[in-house]
């Protein structure tokens, strides 16, 4: 069986996304827009794995599809943790392996995740640390009760689930941290280091928030 990369996202509408970024609802939906290109582009059409993309709201995921072209499927439950669960028990219905992503890492890698399915041979879990205290990435072979309880949001989320997964006697596989993007400072620090080579979508709108900033308009 093949393996699944689930990328799971809200709905790129003003107001619901992006809201911690100091932007206008209208520029931080484009953005979401602009991530979602870069890594739906990167990771539909892999050998190692199918890509498929969990949507919040579970209604728009007609309109996701028209507008992506890409393969969706519904997030269910009443906060991330029971999502998440959700989430893993369809994606593991019908593949051996699979990886959970959200969008807040334009720049993730083919290489990254191909990584994270293979340390599956040795371990029970694969979990790619943010630095901000949570992870970018998880990766599993059988669902475990990892994801209720966790203190979501918070620089605890990755502790907390390295604890869990202990308690169950799981082996983790960490990958090498990355910076998601999640404040304006992240979203400065994305901006030095993305090309346009990794994140066509994403660095055009970059190019577009920076021209139409007021401080770029001083300079």
């Known amino acids: 069986m093949k393996n699944a990369l689930v990328l799971m996202t809200k709905s790129p509408e003003p107001g619901r996304v992006k809201t911690r970024l100091g932007l206008s609802p209208e520029a931080a939906a484009g953005l979401q827009e602009a991530f979602l290109r870069d890594l739906i582009a990167r990771h539909r059409s892999q050998d190692a794995y199918d890509l498929v993309v969990a949507v919040d709201p579970a209604g728009a995921r007609e309109e996701f599809r028209a507008r992506f072209g890409v393969e969706t ?45 293979d340390a599956l041979d040795g371990c029970d879990v694969s979990l790619g640390p943010t630095r901000d205290g949570g992870y ?30 202990r308690s169950l006697g799981l082996r983790v596989h960490l990958l090498d941290p990355r910076r998601d993007v999640d404040t304006p400072e992240d979203l400065a620090a994305l901006a030095e280091v993305i090309g346009p080579d990794v994140a066509p979508a994403t660095c055009s709108k970059l190019r577009e928030l920076r021209c139409a900033s007021p401080s770029s308009s001083r300079r």
């Open 136 to 165: 970018y990435l998880i990766a599993l072979g059988r669902t475990w009760p990892l994801f209720h309880g966790i203190p979501w949001s918070t620089p605890r989320v990755l502790a907390t689930t390295l604890l869990r997964a």
């Open 73 to 117: 499927i519904p997030q269910t439950g009443a906060d991330l943790g029971e999502r998440l669960a959700a989430v893993c028990v369809r994606m593991l219905a019908s593949r051996a392996r699979g990886a959970i992503i959200g969008s807040d890492l334009p720049q993730l890698d083919v290489a990254t995740v191909r990584k994270a399915l």
